[in-house]
Nanobody, 120 residues
Framework: QVQLVESGGASVQTGGSLKLSCAAS?????MGWFRQAPGNEREAVAG????????WYADSVKGRFTISRDTAKNTVYLQMNNLEPDDTAMYYC????????????????WGQGTQVTVSS
């Protein structure tokens, strides 16, 4: 079983930046980030596959968020720039994404989540 541990969540002001990290216990072909705000469904934010396959981003974060991987460290990152209040959510690392674009009901492994709060 793959264990995922997220970190980097914090409270920031509108326009600020954060970098989330997710350390995995083993390599998987696909990894990604999801988020869930209170009262909302968990939604895909970004996904990364093997080299040569384009990354995927939700329309709401395109141009602001960047997903990257460090294969030597089995770590995936989410660089978040120009944060907005609507970005406020619990962010979850995910591995083993069985559909593309990523879907929350087709994820093999989940992290515990890290909270991101953006104030206006």
């Amino acid at each position: 079983q793959v264990q995922l541990v997220e970190s980097g969540g914090a409270s920031v002001q509108t326009g600020g930046s954060l970098k989330l990290s997710c350390a995995a216990s083993a390599w998987t072909v696909t990894m990604g980030w999801f988020r869930q705000a209170p009262g909302n469904e968990r939604e895909a934010v970004a996904g990364a596959r093997t080299e040569g396959v384009p990354t995927w981003y939700a329309d709401s974060v395109k141009g602001r968020f960047t997903i990257s991987r460090d294969t030597a460290k089995n770590t995936v990152y989410l660089q978040m720039n120009n944060l907005e209040p609507d970005d406020t959510a619990m962010y979850y690392c995910a591995a083993g994404l069985k559909t593309w674009p990523p879907r929350s009901d087709s994820v093999s492994y989940w992290g515990q989540g890290t909270q991101v709060t953006v104030s206006s």
